[in-house]
């Protein structure tokens, strides 16, 4: 399911069932370097194409995903917001500068959504006062207009959501019994799931809703990461995490010494794939992938 990326193709449909039930690795995946000694996995994370050591005993129990890689979440919350805000424009009396998908909506994609409103409208010089997380949609101040946008985006959810790529490796990986863990800045990431029809395929979700509940950072804090763990029952030592460009999930998951750290470029931003692959590189992960379409 990783394309050709991979010096060394990541053949996740070749895995074997190990001892207890661990899934495990083929022995090309990982070799070995010396670390910080916190753990046996933890000190295999660099040389992934290493053969001159014996790595046949990795084992890992769970993946973790962005949600990005599995539904399509980007457009319809990305939609969701340039309507809320458009709205409030045209109500302005005087024009206002465009809703720039870029610069308003993918370079603050971690942030919550009413973090992104804030900032969009401060950065064309509107006084709009925040409010409170009870206005409704017509209450102009920022929480009004995330009123307005979650009103959309619910829309967007029943109007039914689109699988990414990743949704075919979450059913491989379920198949041979790995625990799957999904983690998104999205305040409704269990209803996109639910909206696309595959809710129960998750052990854990993680939405901005949960890291609001628990007062969980966001990344690159690992917070979110480390719950998903928790929620399964997992070591990060026996864990994948998998997580896209522009998410900083990288970064976020070799801070808490994950087992494997894949990044993954992102169709939805501007940076070819070289720039991005360099970045995530930058951030930590062990190796780039493109998920196949």
């Not at 949600?67 to 457009?75: E, F, G, Y």
């Not at 919550?112 to 409704?136: P, Y």
């Amino acid at each position: 399911f990783f394309s050709k990326f991979f010096l060394e193709p990541l053949s996740w449909h070749r895995m074997n069932l190990g001892a207890n039930g661990f899934v495990k690795t083929p022995s090309s995946i990982m070799g070995a370097l010396p670390s910080d000694q916190r753990h046996r996995l933890s000190e295999m994370r660099r040389f992934l194409s290493t053969e001159s050591l014996d790595t046949s005993d990795i084992e890992f129990r769970a993946v973790i995903m962005d949600l990005s890689l599995i539904v399509d979440v980007v457009t319809p919350v990305g939609k969701a917001m340039r309507s809320a805000v458009e709205s409030l424009f045209e109500r302005c009396s005087h024009k206002v500068k465009e809703f720039d998908w870029e610069e308003d909506y993918l370079k603050r994609i971690t942030e919550n959504s009413r973090m992104r409103i804030k900032a969009c409208l401060e950065s064309r010089n509107l006084q709009v006062d925040f409010g409170s997380v009870t206005d409704n949609a017509q209450c102009h101040t920022v929480c009004g207009v995330d009123a307005a946008y979650r009103v959309v985006l619910n829309q967007e959810i029943h109007a039914g959501i689109k699988k990414q790529a990743g949704v075919h490796l979450v059913r491989t990986l379920k198949a041979y019994g790995v625990k799957i863990g999904v983690v998104t800045a999205c305040h409704h990431g269990r209803d996109l799931l639910r909206g696309a029809g595959i809710l129960g395929l998750f052990d854990s979700v993680v939405d901005s809703a949960a890291m609001e509940r628990f007062a969980l950072q966001r990344m690159p804090s690992p917070d979110s990461i480390l719950k998903s763990c928790g929620d399964m029952g997992v070591s990060p030592y026996e864990t994948v995490l998998i997580q896209p460009y522009g998410s900083r999930g990288c970064e976020a998951g070799v801070s808490a010494s994950f087992a494997l750290v894949i990044g993954v470029p992102s169709p939805f931003h501007t940076q070819d794939f070289g720039e991005q692959t360099a970045e995530l590189y930058r951030e930590g992960a062990d190796r780039v992938v493109e998920l196949e379409t």
